[in-house]
Antibody, heavy 125, light 106 residues
Framework: QVQLQESGPGLVKPSETLSLTCIVTGGSIRNHYWSWIRQTPGKGLEWVGYMFSSGTSSGSTSYNPSLKSRVTISGDSSKNQIFLNLRSLTAADTAVYYC???????????????WGQGALVTVSS | SSELTQPPSMSVSPGQTATISCSGDGLGTKYVNWYQQRPGQSPLVVIYQDNTRPSGIPERFSGSIFGDTATLTISGAQALDEADYFCQAWDRSTALFGGGTKLTVL
């Protein structure tokens, strides 16, 4: 059974960079798409982006256009981990951040089949 | 399409049928997935590819799509179905989520 566990700082200051790690157990990250999704308190889900783990250092990525200038998603297949970097933080980035695996069906992106329990990040001075 | 629209909330009595809609331009050309999120929990897929129920999801959950509107139906809603429900689709390489519908069963 694939399990995902997010980790990172619970509190970061405005203008700083958020770095989160998603530790994947029960399966390899290779040859899968991995996403970060966030949820502001009491609000809906917002897709941050995804990366494809090909086992090399240059897996393909796609980002939410509204965050693209500030976000980087990467992975380390040797550690079976996925990373999120979000720069130039503001209070609007306060949210629960989830990592999730994207199931592929007929060579197309399908649904998010495994989710972590989420990591609450508060942006405040 | 860059937006998926859902009603913010709905309420049904136990045993009644709940129908939650999700609409968006061109949605009929995409697969729609539905997620249930109970308070304090991570989202869980209950329907994928418009109308497929994952293993372990009760038969009372079903999905359909007509034109650019997808519908999640919960037949004979139970108290434990009280949750937020989100629709989701892919627009090329971008994931879209609906704003969510809070379902109350009382």
């Amino acid at each position: 059974q694939v399990q995902l566990q997010e980790s990172g700082p619970g509190l970061v200051k405005p203008s700083e960079t958020l770095s989160l790690t998603c530790i994947v157990t029960g399966g390899s990250i290779r040859n899968h798409y991995w996403s970060w999704i966030r949820q502001t308190p009491g609000k809906g889900l917002e897709w941050v982006g995804y990366m494809f783990s090909s086992g090399t250092s240059s897996g393909s990525t796609s980002y939410n256009p509204s965050l693209k200038s500030r976000v980087t998603i990467s992975g380390d297949s040797s550690k079976n981990q996925i990373f999120l970097n979000l720069r130039s933080l503001t209070a609007a980035d306060t949210a629960v951040y989830y990592c999730a695996r994207v199931r592929i069906a007929v060579s197309a992106l399908d649904h998010f089949d495994y989710w972590g329990q989420g990591a609450l990040v508060t942006v405040s001075s | 399409s860059s937006e998926l629209t859902q009603p913010p909330s709905m309420s049904v009595s136990p045993g009644q049928t709940a129908t939650i809609s999700c609409s968006g331009d061109g949605l009929g050309t995409k697969y729609v997935n539905w997620y249930q999120q109970r308070p304090g929990q991570s989202p869980l897929v209950v329907i994928y590819q418009d109308n497929t129920r994952p293993s372990g999801i009760p038969e009372r959950f079903s999905g359909s799509i007509f034109g650019d509107t997808a519908t999640l139906t919960i037949s004979g809603a139970q108290a434990l179905d009280e949750a937020d429900y989100f629709c989701q689709a892919w627009d090329r390489s971008t994931a879209l989520f609906g704003g969510g519908t809070k379902l109350t069963v009382l």
